[in-house]
């Protein structure tokens, strides 16, 4: 744009010059053309920044990643002339499951029409994505004006985990019901403690319902927590590289074991308790007892972050504090220090009669080879991020 004003400019200098060396009807008539043209196209361009409408509409706003879905840009001329060239730029996935940040078009539209642009492809990273347009920009046909639209159109695209199946292995809770804690679920651990008003968006299954008719309000069953489990599954998100795209990797994978591990528990009539970060600084315990608690499970770990510093101690420590317990703990992560997992062994997981490692991101550590060899009670697995469901039914299918 910069080129075609100087170049302009020089027409206008030249225009004027021929204007006052001549003075001839047809070199006024070009001179004025001149001066009067860009005022022209500038009027025609703030009518049709009007007229111009965009639209994004992705396919769907909930996606699991590695499927393919589509975002159709729509540009709508509500004008009676053709609308200039319009530049829209935005940020839109590619086949390989990568983002263009920067991919750039430039269309124009008929008087009264409407053009649509489709983006086609997938993303191979968990996660919320702000897709669509980040800039549109309208030209004058001279190539001398830019109005540039403030609120470009764009979306909010959840794209979720995969979903593993684990149906052929072996089962992950034991059978030995002996045991009080294998004997009792999450919630049929808790004690009841007393009764508070509902809150929004609480699960109805503690929903004390003639206390509530009494009251004319919903009331809750507060629960205290001394909570026993048949399994608990840890997922630790914490970075290990200075790439992005390794720790990304790596958590990605580790959701991914872990809600297939759930579910599998889930499938067996069981219940599992899962502890995670989400982002705060405190760890969250999510107890999973049906196919619903899962798929809210799932809904959550589609958008839970990488976390810079956490670890697998912090998440154990809040296994304690709140008096979880089980004979069965299932720990995914990208890498567990040795020193870090013989302390563990011995304080906080020590009531386990098995802890099973799943690790996302390398090679298995020599030393927690050597501890795993010495405390028969550590099962470790190296997980294969590009191909974790094989990974895991291998390891299942030997324990």
């Known amino acids: 744009m910069k080129k075609n004003r100087i170049i302009y400019i020089f027409l206008l200098i030249a225009a004027a ?3 006052g060396a001549y003075e001839s009807k047809l070199t006024f ?5 001149l001066i009067t043209l860009p005022l022209l196209t500038l009027f025609m361009l703030v009518l049709e920044r009007f007229a111009l409408k965009l639209e994004v509409k992705p396919e769907s706003l909930f996606v699991q990643k590695l499927r393919r879905f589509s975002i159709t840009v729509t540009i709508r001329n509500r004008f009676i002339v053709p609308m200039s060239p319009v530049r829209v730029t935005g940020i839109f996935q590619d ?11 430039i269309v124009s539209v008929m008087p009264f029409c409407k053009t649509e642009l489709l983006f086609g492809g997938c993303l191979k990273y968990r996660g919320e994505y702000h897709l669509g347009a980040c800039e549109a ?9 830019c109005i540039k639209m403030k609120m470009a159109p764009s979306c909010d695209v959840i794209v979720a985990p995969r979903r593993l199946s684990l149906e052929r292995t072996n089962a992950l809770c034991a059978d030995d019901y002996e045991s009080a804690q294998t004997k009792m679920s999450f919630f049929e651990s808790n004690s009841f403690s007393s009764v508070r008003e509902y809150a929004e968006g609480e699960t109805l299954r503690y929903v004390h319902w003639k206390l509530s008719a009494k009251q004319d309000t919903l009331m809750v069953k507060q629960m205290e927590q001394n909570l026993g489990a048949n399994s608990v599954v840890i997922t630790d998100m914490t970075m290990f590289s200075d790439s992005d795209e390794e720790n990304i990797r790596a958590a990605d994978a ?5 809600l297939a591990i ?20 405190e760890a969250e315990i999510f107890p999973v007892e049906s196919p619903e608690d899962y798929e809210r499970l799932y809904c959550i770990f589609s958008v839970i972050p990488i976390m810079e510093s956490a670890g697998v101690s912090k998440l154990v420590g809040k296994m304690q504090e709140c008096a979880v317990s089980s004979e069965t703990v299932f720990i995914a992560a990208p890498c567990i220090d040795a020193e870090d997992m013989r302390r563990l062994l011995g304080g906080g997981l020590s009531g386990c009669k098995k802890v099973q490692v799943f690790l996302t991101a390398g090679e298995l550590d020599a030393g927690l080879i050597s501890l795993a060899e010495t405390d028969t009670r550590l099962v470790l697995a190296e997980i294969d991020p590009e191909d974790i469901a094989l990974s895991l039914r291998n390891v299942l299918s030997d324990n």
């Open 29 to 33: 008539i070009i001179l004025v053309t």
């Open 137 to 145: 920009a309208l030209y004058d046909l001279l190539g001398l004006f």
């Open 95 to 105: 086949e390989d499951g990568n983002l263009i940040h920067d991919k750039t078009l």
């Open 17 to 19: 010059i021929f204007a």
């Open 254 to 258: 580790a959701v991914e074991v872990a």
């Open 262 to 281: 759930t579910g599998k528990i889930v499938s067996e009539g069981r219940g599992a308790v899962n502890l995670f970060r989400s982002g705060g600084e």
